[in-house]
């Protein structure tokens, strides 16, 4: 195995892409599964003879096979033998894992960090001005912004709304009403999220006080820390947390009384995953797919902070948490979610955001009862999910889903589900839901809410309705990892609005028709052995350990004979920034690099 070694204060060794790395140099094949007369033989045909449009049918974990402008070489940087990481490209997918020890709590979240800036580096940039671009891209209305690239005025107003709103989660920290382990996690979040801009931009770690009775407020840093940028050569903290706050800012923004008046928004906004939990015996099966731009950096991240350890899916570099929502940790609970199609909200700029509640939920929960009460600790309007969940430990299973007014919470050790509610307004919260989508064996995510109450709160439709019926016709049949795989990478050659889809193509089922640069760009198969092999790590890095976690692919699906490939598309203009012109890969079980 190669690797790279770096160790601090010496410089990184950044690579730009050339056009011809971004090139995929291997052709690859694949079956193509015939056109049959009935729909559901179809679908049955796909899932047993194992023609996804994944290339799903290779594993070869550990080896690199398709890395344009990903380097498959491992490289690893330590501040010293409390405090390292390290990152690889395999198959397209960056792997990243950080360990981080320290009798302060603070201390070894913000050293996380800053290991994992100084990985990701540039990366983070490119989150930056992808995010952007996606928001562009992803809209056909162009509301917001209304140009490629966003112009300084529209700079200007995204962060003031950012800075407001970290104030009032300062604010929120400070609140002596905040229960005290809460605010304490969350601190410890914080300190991360700096540790990675100080990784970024330091040689070394900052001198900070690290007691928990200070926090980095606006005095704390320069005016021009406080600034977004675009395309520009230096990252600045704002530019960090948009990048972690970028799915509640574009809620913030869309539902704005400018732009919806009465809170009802006509614009088409984008749409995320598929998703599905299926009970196999004794053992739970999770998955999930990402339907995102196609600028987005779908990576794996695994962290150990001292008594902490969690792997997720991180929507891209320099996230504290996953916003795929996909992992698990050492307490056993594994999650995912699916983002609710929403065509009314009422959004909090000031409340405590989804990002920041998800990942504390993520990192720290033992239970999924707990689970429930860190997501539930305000409700914005903003990135409103229904959030899957699995408890390894005890075989019960949960989900969780939310309208700007309500949570919803369904609870099941295998039986019927039993449903609660919890009002954020006082007024009822029915908990009636679509049994078709929750049942005792399976939990489908369509980003259509199974609550009657979530659907009418947020006026919500279900854009692509194939996916339910696939998911109806195929969840009964899985029984293993392999035949989860297939289904979570299911796509009709008819229709690429499926379960694994596309929305570049400009055509499927589907009311609501748009052509855009978005669809399924990964997919995720994990289960509770996973969870439990993984709870018994010492959590010590170690780059031969055979150790690993969930299987993941990078790429979209293949429609008439490819993937969706920047350079022959509608948007071949469109500039690349560490993602590659093909979106292509292969199922891989993930190295964790720790024993």
């Known amino acids: 195995m190669r690797v790279k070694k770096w160790t601090f204060g010496s410089p990184f060794p950044f690579e730009e892409a050339t056009a011809t790395e971004r090139k995929r140099g291997r052709q690859l094949t694949r079956r193509v599964a015939m056109r049959l007369g009935c729909a559901m033989v179809v679908i049955a045909a796909a899932l047993w003879a194992v023609p996804t449009n994944a290339i799903s049918q290779e594993f070869t974990p550990g080896r690199s096979y398709l890395a344009p402008g990903r380097t498959p070489e491992i490289t690893t940087y330590s501040l010293d033998a409390k405090a390292s990481g390290v990152i690889q490209a395999i198959n397209n997918i960056v792997n990243l894992t950080v360990v981080s020890r320290d009798t302060n709590d603070l201390k070894a979240e913000y050293r996380a960090g800053f290991v994992q800036g100084k990985l990701q580096g540039k990366t983070i940039l490119s989150a930056r001005d992808n995010s952007w671009d996606n928001a562009y891209l992803l809209d056909p209305s162009h509301t917001f912004p209304k140009?490629?690239?966003?112009?300084?005025?529209?700079?200007?107003?995204?962060?003031?709304?950012?800075?407001?709103?970290?104030?009032?989660f300062l604010d929120y920290l400070r609140n002596p009403d905040t229960g005290a382990l809460t605010a304490y996690r969350l601190k410890r979040l914080l300190f991360r999220l700096v540790g990675i801009y100080h990784g970024v931009v330091l040689e070394q770690p900052a001198e900070l006080d690290f007691s928990g009775n200070w926090l980095p407020d606006g005095s704390y840093f320069q005016p021009a820390e406080l600034a977004l940028g675009y395309?520009?050569?230096?990252?600045?903290?704002?530019?960090?947390?948009?990048?972690?706050?970028?799915?509640?800012?574009?809620?913030?923004?869309?539902?704005?009384?400018?732009?919806?008046?009465?809170g009802v928004r006509a614009a088409e906004h984008p749409d995320k995953c598929s998703a599905f939990l299926k009970r196999v015996g004794n053992e739970v099966i999770l998955t999930h797919n990402t339907w995102a731009g196609f600028l987005s950096q779908s990576m794996t991240q695994t962290l150990v902070i001292n008594d902490d350890m969690i792997t997720v899916n991180a929507g891209t570099a320099g996230l504290i948490g996953s916003t795929t929502d996909f992992g698990y940790n050492n307490k056993g609970i594994l999650f995912n979610e699916t983002t609710h199609r929403a065509s009314r909200s009422v959004v909090k700029p000031l409340g405590l955001w989804v990002f920041w509640r998800a990942a504390l939920a993520e990192q720290f929960a033992g239970s999924i009862t707990e689970f429930f009460d860190y997501i539930s600790l305000d409700n914005t309007g903003t990135y409103q999910n229904g959030y899957m969940l699995v408890d390894a430990n005890t075989g019960e299973t949960g989900l969780v889903e939310m309208s700007y007014r309500c949570f919803i919470y369904y609870r099941s050790f295998g039986g019927p589900y039993t449903v609660s509610s919890k009002s954020m307004d006082g007024g009822l919260c029915d908990t009636d839901y679509d049994a078709e989508m929750v049942t005792p064996d399976y939990l489908m995510g369509i980003n259509y809410p199974a609550s009657i109450q979530v659907r009418n709160d947020l006026q919500s439709t279900d854009n692509r309705p194939e996916r339910r019926v696939q998911f109806k016709n195929l969840l009964p049949k899985v029984k293993n990892l392999q035949i989860a795989r297939n289904v979570i990478t299911y796509t009709d050659p008819t229709n690429p609005l499926s379960i694994f889809g596309r929305w570049d193509l400009g055509y499927g089922v589907t009311d609501y028709p748009k052509q855009i640069p978005d669809g399924s760009l990964d997919a995720k198969v994990a289960d509770t052995t996973m969870v439990r092999s993984f709870m018994g790590l010492s959590g010590i890095l170690d780059t031969e350990s055979p150790a690993s976690g969930f299987w993941m692919l990078y790429g979209t699906p293949w429609?008439?004979?490819k993937p969706f490939i920047w350079s022959e598309s509608l948007w071949s203009w469109q500039p690349l920034r560490d993602v590659p012109d093909r979106l292509d890969g292969k199922f891989t079980l993930m190295p964790l690099y720790l024993r």
């Open 147 to 168: 140009q490629h690239g966003p112009t300084t005025a529209e700079l200007s107003e995204a962060a003031d709304m950012l800075n407001a709103n970290y104030a009032a």
């Open 231 to 262: 395309e520009s050569a230096g990252l600045t903290f704002l530019d960090l947390y948009f990048v972690n706050a970028f799915c509640d800012l574009l809620d913030v923004i869309s539902f704005s009384p400018e732009l919806t008046p009465g």
């Open 559 to 561: 429609v008439k004979g």
